[in-house]
Structures are given as structure tokens and as C-alpha cells.
């Protein structure tokens, strides 16, 4: 029974610092504009279109060690991912800034769509695969009477790894730059940031990039640990971070990653302890749970209306 507990942890860490990553995305845009961008996921799910073309190419190109090849798969994917979001804001959602909010949320649904049809057209409907780049892992422990093993595989501690450094890279950005400060700025009074000098529909287009560009990272990551995926798999997965961001509180980017890993660990432990077939109904009601009672999640506040 250990073994089962230890895997499952592992496996819901790096579940839950995937849907971490995505789940940023979300809750830095709702706290700057209030809107909640549903097709932040299907950015995610044309990074992983990306990422195995990249390895493709690459790889047909010159052979070098899967570190290096990763390394300039990330470099392709992320600019290319933080580009259509910058594109998205742009196009669909700047000229609805100061619309109403069913409004937007019309248009993020219909651009989710879009970016949906338009992958499954130029890519096709298939599931589409890439080979396993990393094998192996560390033996966590092993039941002396069943023989079997937790184990956490490598692609697992690439996950945690690159998770920890982004994190903490953004945390830094956000507390300790310039940028940070507009965007923090931003986020508590967007009309006296702008009277104050701040461009406030600059740090709307950079919160809209290093959304985008977290999920790329998220992608290359999921691709890299399954293997396979579809066009639809960014509705599922954007269904699920933006789950996460409203278990950590939406708004709060510390929030979102433990979110992230609650829903993660939650879902591990109930697919290889109880059933994995009712694994999303099982996220769902957690929340709905928090829904009910701690509607501003974990680290999330109440918004106070001036009147």
C-alpha cells in the first residue's frame, strides 16, 4: 500500500504543476481585466502541435543529445505560443475591453472554437504522437512482500524541475521588476495606473504573452510525458486549469500552482485508489465544493465593490 501512496504523490505532482502552469494563464488575466479566457487552452493544445514538429524537424535535421533537442524545442515553442496570445488580445479581446463581460466570454468561447477547427483542419482529427525521448527513472520504494515499486521516472522530475525554475522566475519578475510592479499596479486600479503613466494596454498584451508562453511550456511538458494528443485536448485541459485556478483563488498566480497541485494530487490519488474512470467528475465536485463553501478558493479574496 505505500508503494501506491508514493506513486500516486508523484504522479499528482506532476500532474498538478502542469495544470499549475495553465491555470496561470487564467487567473493573470482575469486579475488584470476580469475576464476569464477560455481559449487560453487551446493555446496550450497548439503548443503540443508545435512541440512534435519541432522534434520532428529537428531531429531530421542533425542528431544531438535529447537535452539540446529539448532545449530548442522549448526556444521554437514558446515564442510561437506567446505570439497567439499576444494575437488573441489583440484581434478578439481588445476591442471588447470595456464591453460587457458576456460579451468577451462569447468571444474567448468562439476564438476557442476557431483555434480548435483551425488545428483540426490544417493538422488533421487524428491523435498525433512523438516517440519516447526519456527512459527510465528512481526506484522511490518497493514492497517487500508484492515486489512492486513507486517509481518516478525521469520525464517526472523534468516536469518538477522546470516547473520550480518558471515559477520562480515568475514570482521574481512579478515581485521584484518594473514590470511587476505596472502589472501589480495594474491589477488593483487600472484607470490610476494609467493616469499615474503606466501603459496599462502594454501590460495587458505582456500578461497575454507570459500566459501564452507558460502553456507552451505546459505543453512541451505533457507531450514530452504522454506521448499523444489530439485537437481537442485543449478544451479538457483548459476546463481543468481553469478548475485550478478557481481552487487556488482566481487572481492569485501563488493560488494557481496550488491549485494546480490540489486538483493534481486529488485526481491521482482517486484514479489509482478508487476508480480513474470518475477521476473529472471527481475534480468537478471538488469544485463545486469550494464553489459552495470557500467560493474565493484557497489564497483568492473577496472582491469589496465601492459604492
Known amino acids: 500500500m505505500m508503494w501506491e501512496i508514493i506513486q500516486q504523490t508523484v504522479n499528482g505532482l506532476a500532474l498538478g504543476s502542469i495544470y499549475g502552469l495553465i491555470a496561470i494563464g487564467y487567473t493573470m488575466v482575469y486579475g488584470i481585466i476580469g475576464m476569464i479566457n477560455f481559449a487560453h487552452g487551446d493555446i496550450y493544445m497548439l503548443g503540443a502541435y508545435v512541440t512534435a514538429i519541432s522534434i520532428a524537424v529537428i531531429s531530421s535535421i542533425a542528431s544531438m543529445p ?85 517509481v518516478m521516472s525521469y520525464t517526472q522530475v523534468v516536469i518538477l524541475v522546470v516547473t520550480l525554475v518558471s515559477m520562480l522566475t515568475l514570482a521574481y519578475v512579478i515581485k521584484s521588476t518594473s514590470l511587476g510592479r505596472q502589472c501589480r499596479s495594474t491589477q488593483q486600479d487600472q484607470m490610476m495606473s494609467a493616469m499615474l503613466g503606466v501603459n496599462t494596454d502594454r501590460v495587458i498584451s505582456v500578461v497575454f504573452i507570459i500566459g501564452a508562453g507558460l502553456a507552451g511550456v505546459g505543453s512541451v511538458l505533457v507531450t514530452l510525458n504522454y506521448g499523444s494528443f489530439d485537437f481537442f485536448i485543449g478544451f479538457i485541459a483548459g476546463i ?63 472582491e469589496v465593490t465601492k459604492v
Open 240 to 302: 481543468k486549469a481553469f478548475t485550478a485556478a478557481v481552487l487556488g483563488g482566481i487572481g492569485s498566480v501563488t493560488g494557481a500552482m496550488l491549485g494546480g497541485l490540489l486538483l493534481g494530487m486529488s485526481e491521482s490519488f482517486f484514479s489509482g485508489l478508487v476508480n480513474a474512470d470518475y477521476k473529472d467528475v471527481f475534480a468537478f465536485g471538488l469544485l463545486i465544493f469550494f464553489m459552495v463553501f470557500k467560493p474565493t478558493g484557497l489564497l483568492g479574496t473577496p
Open 66 to 150: 535529447v537535452v539540446l533537442l529539448l532545449s530548442l524545442t522549448v526556444l521554437i515553442v514558446v515564442p510561437i505560443t506567446a505570439l497567439h496570445g499576444y494575437v488573441l488580445e489583440k484581434i478578439a479581446y481588445k476591442p471588447l475591453r470595456h464591453a460587457q463581460k458576456l460579451s468577451a466570454l462569447i468571444t474567448a468561447i468562439g476564438m476557442s472554437l476557431f483555434l480548435q477547427n483551425y488545428i483540426q483542419i490544417s493538422q488533421g482529427a487524428r491523435n498525433q504522437g512523438i516517440p519516447t525521448l526519456i527512459s527510465g527513472g528512481f526506484t522511490l520504494w518497493t514492497d517487500k512482500i508484492s515486489s512492486l515499486s513507486a
